[in-house]
């Protein structure tokens, strides 16, 4: 494992890092790290090209107009799209999940065309916006534990028949759409609404985006009791009554 060199993308940090998204990048770079893993993480604004050579992009949240300007820009460079079809990692939350999808509702009002990374379309919720601690048990397939997370957002997410829904939550609004649906994937392309930062919360969401870029079924341990601390201590406030 100490042979394997990974290069983590942080995109558009100007753009798309509210409720403390990049600390996404810090989880998936230390757990890396903690690995023995030579990892090189390159923050990438949204005046600079995305590179295509990336083995993990992580994309965060954001207000409704610069989501418009990084949608606007994404599409105009394409790396991303690229990337995606090299077989790249993304994991994307809340705006970057919208702006993964083929469109969704822009600052303007407007159907604001995405990448078409992920089959969902976002709408403008006409209810309270969800706002809130979330848990929900993640797709079985990807082997994970429950998910923990704070979801802040107006937006609806339907999913297409080629997204497969990311958890089914049983406290929160996930997607919003009322079904129990939170988030969407692929195979290599990640969506959800968690903030958190919610590898934070998650690490082993993070150890999954690794294994996936490396190509390999388990990573060696490592010493969890900080993130199993923070796991216990949100879950546990969000099942307590109010």
Excluded at 137 to 158: C, K, R, S
Excluded at 197 to 213: C, F, G, M, W, Y
Aim: aromatic letters at 6%.
């Amino acid at each position: 494992m100490s042979n394997n060199s990974l290069r983590l993308v942080w995109v558009y940090p100007d753009l798309l890092s509210t409720y403390g998204d990049q600390g996404n990048a810090l989880v998936v770079e230390r757990r890396a790290r903690q690995r023995g893993l030579d990892v090189s993480r390159v923050d990438v604004r949204s005046d600079q090209p995305i590179p295509t050579s990336g083995d993990i992009y992580l994309i965060g949240g954001g207000e409704d107009r610069p989501q418009r300007l990084a949608a606007e820009r994404l599409r105009r460079d394409g790396g991303l799209s690229r990337a995606a079809a090299n077989g790249a990692i993304i994991f994307s939350v809340c705006a970057g999940y919208q702006i993964l999808g083929h469109e969704f509702i822009n600052d303007l009002g407007e159907r604001e065309p995405g990448l078409g990374l992920l089959d969902v379309v976002s709408t403008r919720g006409e209810g309270a916006r969800c706002v809130g601690d979330v848990l929900g048990d993640i797709d079985p397939n990807l082997g994970l534990p429950p998910l923990t997370g704070f979801e802040n957002h107006q937006g609806v997410t339907h999913l297409g028949p080629s997204a497969r829904p990311f958890a089914r939550v049983r406290l929160g609004r996930g997607n919003g759409t009322g079904d129990g649906t939170e988030g969407a994937y692929n195979d290599t392309v990640f969506g959800t609404y968690m903030h958190g930062p919610v590898l934070a919360r998650n690490p082993l969401i993070a150890d999954l985006l690794l294994k996936l870029a490396l190509d390999v079924n388990a990573l060696p341990p490592s010493d969890d009791r900080w993130y199993e601390a923070l796991r216990a201590e949100r879950i546990a406030a969000a099942t307590q009554p109010a």
